[in-house]
């Protein structure tokens, strides 16, 4: 079972819509966790960070449910310019380094 | 302020050759990480450095394949004896501070085409 697991996709949306992304982690000893945003397979970009309580940045939701080791993130009122993969992203407190990236998550948003 | 810096972004080898990947971290950055994105998968944790010392290789492929980060100059990946399977985007991310919980930052990638 790989560690981070998420939905290909794609996902195809018409601007203004609501989408949602889950990803699933297999390891209980994740300790930190990130959605990042990558373009064309050009280098990634942070998104956000996920905490336990829940957290949003403008458009953008994230949750965190340690019990059953899943992630989500909710992106509102869609724009073209957020066409992009969506990485979940988790960090082990026993690998200390690494972060681990799941496959992604395409998102394409039409006019 | 420059970001994560890497060269070449372009890079084509032939089999059996060598093929070095320059990063330079942020400013102020002492910690480099290496990662690879192979064709259709995830990014892959490779190797964390800091300046003079490799402090996880786990990620590493155990042959051919060696990374270095020295007191002065860029961090450098460099491939032995390359394989069609080395052919890849090579990332290199900085942070501050140590750990994962950190903010990496990316740069643009060097993709490695071996033919």
């Known amino acids: 079972r790989k560690e981070v697991e998420q939905d290909p996709g794609p996902f195809n949306v018409p601007e203004g819509a609501t989408v949602a992304f889950n990803c699933t982690y297999s390891n209980s000893a994740s300790q930190s966790f990130f959605w990042y945003r990558q373009d064309c397979r050009k280098e990634p970009k942070l998104l956000m960070s996920v905490y336990s309580s829940g957290n949003e940045d403008g458009r953008f939701t994230a949750q965190l449910n340690r019990a059953s080791q899943y992630i989500s993130l909710l992106i509102r009122d869609s724009k073209l310019s957020d066409s992009a993969t969506y990485l979940c992203v988790v960090n082990r407190w026993d690998s200390g380094y690494a972060l681990n990236f799941g496959k992604g998550t395409s998102l394409l948003v039409t006019p | 302020n420059a970001g994560v810096m890497q060269n070449p972004r372009h890079l084509v080898r032939r089999r059996g050759q060598e093929a070095r990947l320059r990063c330079s971290p942020m400013?102020?950055?002492?910690?480099v990480y290496w990662y690879r994105q192979l064709p259709e998968e995830g990014l892959k944790f490779m190797v964390y450095?800091?300046?003079?010392?490799?402090?996880?290789e786990s990620g590493m492929p155990k042959e051919r394949f060696s990374a270095e980060f020295p007191k002065e100059g860029p961090s450098i990946l460099r491939i032995q004896q390359v394989v069609r399977g080395d052919s890849a985007a090579y990332f290199c991310a900085s942070s501050l501070r140590a750990g994962g919980s950190y903010e990496q930052y990316f740069g643009p990638g060097t993709r490695l085409t071996v033919t």
């Open positions: 400013k102020g950055h002492s910690h």
């Open positions: 450095l800091q300046k003079e010392n490799i402090i996880d």
